[in-house]
C-alpha cells in the first residue's frame, strides 16, 4: 500500500482536502462558526475548485490503479473519500 500512496494520484485527494480541513479549523477556531454572506471570499472559492478537481482526480485514480492493484487501491480509495467527505461535512453542517 505504501508504494502506491507514493503515486501522486494516490496522495494528492488526501493532501488537499486535509489542507482544507485545517483551515477550515483554523478559521472556525479564530473566528468562531461561519456565517453565510454575500460575496463567499477566497476560501469558498478555493474549496468549489478544489470539488472539481476531486471529481475528476479520484476516478482517475481508480481507473488506472483498480485492476493492477485492487486490494491497496480500494483502501486508498476509501481514504480519499472519507478525506473528501471531512471537509465536505462542514459545509453541510452549518448551511453554507
Known sequence: MLSLLKKPSAWIPIAIPLAFFAIMLYRFVMFGPPVREADEGTLAHLFQLWLVLEVFIVPFFAI?????????????????????LLVIAPVFYFKL
Request: zero cysteines; proline letters at 10%.
Open 64 to 84: 488506472k490503479w483498480l485492476p493492477q492493484a485492487p486490494k491497496q487501491a480500494l483502501i486508498i480509495l476509501a481514504i480519499q473519500i472519507v478525506a473528501a
